[in-house]
């Protein structure tokens, strides 16, 4: 069975950055894309980005591109999503996962991801 770790959260400044990883452990699975999503407190949970295994590319939220970026590790079983210029609005538990199933490729859509991590808690202060 796969499980999706996720690590690095924490508390920080306004201004400040922070990496989070996922790590995927367990038996070998195929998988097309990657995910990053996050519920700030009260909300909905919301897309942050993702990267398609496939086709190589990355998908961001509007309101977060050029301050989030999401890249692959070398192996394929870890995934890191940096985070610059952190605001409080950030604040949320943060959550990676990913879809297994091929022909779920709206990636911006939570309902296409099968696997999910437990999620990190990112607390940013002002």
């Known amino acids: 069975q796969v499980q999706l770790v996720e690590s690095g959260g924490g508390v920080v400044q306004a201004g400040d950055s922070l990496r989070l990883s996922c790590a995927a452990t367990?038996?070998?699975?195929?998988?097309?894309?990657m995910g990053w999503f996050r519920q700030p407190p009260g909300k909905e949970r919301e897309f942050v980005g993702a990267?398609?295994?496939?086709?190589?590319?990355?998908l961001y939220a509007d309101a977060l591109k050029g301050r989030f970026t999401i890249s692959s590790g070398k192996d394929r079983n870890t995934a890191y999503l940096q985070m610059n210029n952190l605001k409080p609005e950030d604040t949320a538990v943060y959550y990676c996962?990913?879809?297994?199933?091929?022909?779920?490729?709206?990636?911006?859509?939570?309902?296409?991801?099968?696997?999910w991590g437990q999620g990190t808690q990112v607390t940013v202060a002002s």
């Open positions: 996962a990913e879809v297994t199933n091929l022909w779920s490729n709206d990636y911006y859509q939570a309902a296409s991801y099968s696997l």
């Open positions: 990267l398609s295994r496939s086709a190589g590319g990355t």
């Open positions: 367990g038996q070998t699975v195929i998988t097309y894309a």
